[in-house]
């Protein structure tokens, strides 16, 4: 290779560096100028200007021409010094107009570089979200409240969507308080991009499932990317749509993940609010920071005494179970002895507030019923539209009901009633129907259900989805009202702004599965050791939450305390952990529910009213 070319090539690859660079060029051509010019005034018009000093004094005249053309209108002299301080100043304009042309493009590449959210994360303690859903602005406003009484929080999103755009968009649905945004442009999956978010100081890591098609293999590569960086690992939490990848999605994360099963958890969610009016209101109040939430306690506290003692000894908290050695374990025998290697789960308004109650509650002996619960009967639960959940929450559903339980599935869905060998419970009756036509809902006969489910149809985006799902329960409530029949109804929705739109429906329970996966999220960044708590909370194995007659636990229409509604649900091996006001089941936010009321309160509960309480089924 010739050397001219060799020299063009290594001149090329050093224009291609950029600003400084192509600034240290310009240097280099000022340089010469002045050197040049200089030589030039001292061979043709040596001795000029009057008064110089030297060589030096020379090559100071020329700079200050370089660098300020103006210089030259001051200038008087021979016809030779007057020629080449003009070709100087000439050559100085052209240098300095390109100076400040690469100077301001420059600044202008460096303050797009910053508005892209190209800049790495010089945080510590932040909790890092990867990747983008509607599910972020849950997750966000949630972590929000749960550092309201902190300063200086922060919240880092690194998504590939514009930073400006991120910002702006949450900021116009979460009021962000006290807490820092940080939003960074990029791929989750790119090593280089990570590193922007300074993971190794981070508290947690949130990994966002995406919208669109096999959002999980998005999910994956994350987690392998997660993985496979060097440093330090922060706990990870990450949502994965398909049950079926949940075990391939835990070999790709390692033992610093914790995988929410974003199918499973809302299938028994929607199975259990349809068995239990206020199921999902009072799960929903637990996963959220607004009041009631689950904290754990020290069982040195109350070493020595029974899990049924302990349902008193707080004044300011109510004892749901037990975090033991060999896992947890919700509402256990009451004559379960507490441990010091024991922890006790407290639903709690404020972990600052727990505190032990000074002696015993006032109990009203007379109030107490003591009532048996009847044994379980077969059930009819009619099931509209079809999605990819149902499977799940039809063998969830065989799990919960008596043997002898008839289920109707009514949907125009080609997939409806495949895959459901092995049920024990359940007899299975599919019927083709258009779950928006009101002469076709009448001939399915909801009045002879105990329960109706209405799923979001998958064949259909998710906003017609939901459109389509609030017409059904318009319809159903109008046939409710107009035949005066009573059933329980439940229904799927995705959007959380449609809720306000479903609550004229007044149906029982509404299950914004995007929602739940979110606060659920956001609970496990805070404190993954709720994971198991939550588990077993939706699992049909051992206790679970049922708003119960309150009726079965205390004489109805008299004023009684909660701690007496408390010492009649232990009684019955159950642990009480609030109520719910029927007169108030249709006014949001709370649905009438009452979590974790101060044990002296008192209540006047009727006959239309329920305890909730953790109980064995």
């Given at each position: 290779m010739k050397f001219r070319e060799r020299a063009r090539y290594w001149f090329d690859n050093t224009m291609s560096k950029g600003t400084v660079s192509l600034v240290g060029w310009l240097a280099v051509v000022s340089m010469g100028l002045v050197v040049v010019v200089a030589g030039l005034l001292m061979w043709v018009a040596p001795g000029e200007p009057e008064g110089v000093g030297g060589p030096g004094h020379v090559l100071w005249i020329a700079l200050m021409h370089a660098l300020s053309p103006d210089e030259l209108a001051a200038d008087s002299g021979s016809v030779p010094y007057m020629a080449v301080m003009l070709v100087g100043s000439l050559g100085g304009l052209f240098i300095v107009s390109m100076l400040v042309g690469l100077l301001a493009n420059g600044f202008e590449q460096k303050v797009d570089r910053l508005r892209r959210g190209r800049s790495r994360i010089v945080e510590s303690g932040h909790t890092v979200v990867l990747g983008w859903s509607?599910?972020?602005?849950?997750?966000?406003?949630?972590?929000?409240?749960?550092?309201?009484?902190?300063?200086?929080?922060?919240?880092?999103?690194?998504?590939?969507?514009?930073?400006?755009?991120?910002?702006?968009?949450?900021?116009?649905?979460?009021?962000?308080?006290?807490?820092?945004?940080?939003?960074?442009?990029?791929?989750?999956?790119?090593?280089?991009d990570l590193d922007l978010m300074n993971l190794a100081a981070a508290r947690s890591v949130v990994v966002l499932s995406p919208e669109g098609e096999d959002p999980d293999a998005h999910v994956f590569?994350?987690?392998?990317?997660?993985?496979?960086?060097?440093?330090?690992?922060?706990?990870?939490?990450?949502?994965?749509?398909?049950?079926?990848?949940?075990?391939?999605?835990?070999?790709?994360?390692?033992?610093?993940?914790?995988?929410?099963?974003?199918?499973?958890?809302?299938?028994?969610?929607?199975?259990?609010?349809?068995?239990?009016?206020?199921?999902?209101?009072?799960?929903?109040?637990?996963?959220?920071?607004?009041?009631?939430?689950?904290?754990?306690?020290?069982?040195?506290?109350?070493?020595?005494?029974?899990?049924?003692?302990?349902?008193?000894?707080?004044?300011?908290?109510?004892?749901?179970?037990?975090?033991?050695?060999s896992g947890v374990v919700l509402n256990p025998a009451m004559d379960t002895a507490v441990t010091e290697a024991d922890e006790v789960i407290v639903i709690a308004h404020d972990d600052s507030r727990i505190e032990l109650a000074e002696g015993a509650p006032a109990v009203d002996e007379a109030a107490i019923v003591t009532a048996r619960p009847a044994d379980p009967e077969p059930e009819r639960t009619l099931l509209l539209n079809w999605n990819s959940r149902a499977h799940h929450i039809i063998r969830y559903l065989d799990g919960y009901v008596a043997p002898g339980s008839v289920l109707e599935i009514a949907t125009d869905h080609p997939k409806a009633g495949t895959g459901l060998e092995g049920l024990r419970n359940l007899t299975v009756n599919v019927k083709d129907c258009d779950t928006t036509d009101r002469y076709a809902l009448e001939a399915l006969g909801p009045g002879l259900f105990q329960h109706v489910i209405v799923l979001s149809d998958d064949r259909f985006t998710l906003h017609h989805a939901d459109t389509r799902t609030l017409m059904t329960l318009l319809q159903l409530r109008d046939m409710q009202s107009a035949m005066n029949e009573h059933y329980s109804i439940v229904s799927e929705m995705h959007d959380e702004n449609n809720r306000a739109l479903a609550e004229v429906t007044e149906a029982d329970d509404i299950v914004i599965s995007d929602t739940v996966i979110g606060l659920l999220l956001a609970q496990l960044a805070e404190n993954r050791h709720l994971a198991d708590v939550f588990g077993f909370l939706f699992d049909s194995r051992g206790s679970e939450i049922y708003p119960r007659p309150a009726g079965s636990y205390v004489t109805t229409g008299t004023e009684v305390s909660f701690a007496t509604v408390i010492e009649a649900a232990r009684r019955r091996g159950e642990t009480a952990i609030g109520y719910r006001d029927a007169a108030g089941r249709n006014v949001p936010p709370h649905y009438g529910i009452v979590l974790n009321p101060p044990k002296p309160d008192l209540v006047r509960l009727s006959e239309r009213d329920s305890v909730i309480v953790l109980a064995e089924d």
């Open positions: 509607d599910q972020v602005f849950t997750i966000v406003a949630e972590l929000v409240k749960a550092h309201a009484s902190e300063s200086g929080s922060v919240v880092a999103v690194l998504a590939d969507r514009d930073k400006l755009a991120m910002e702006e968009d949450i900021r116009e649905r979460v009021d962000l308080g006290r807490t820092r945004l940080v939003c960074r442009t990029g791929s989750a999956t790119e090593p280089h590569k994350i987690l392998l990317a997660l993985e496979k960086r060097d440093g330090p690992h922060p706990p990870v939490v990450a949502a994965i749509a398909a049950s079926r990848n949940v075990a391939a999605a835990r070999l790709a994360g390692g033992a610093d993940v914790h995988l929410v099963d974003s199918d499973d958890t809302a299938s028994r969610l929607i199975v259990q609010s349809s068995r239990q009016s206020g199921m999902s209101v009072v799960c929903m109040d637990l996963l959220n920071f607004d009041g009631g939430e689950i904290y754990l306690r020290p069982g040195a506290e109350v070493a020595g005494r029974t899990y049924g003692e302990t349902l008193h000894a707080y004044g300011t908290a109510t004892v749901i179970g037990l975090r033991r050695p």
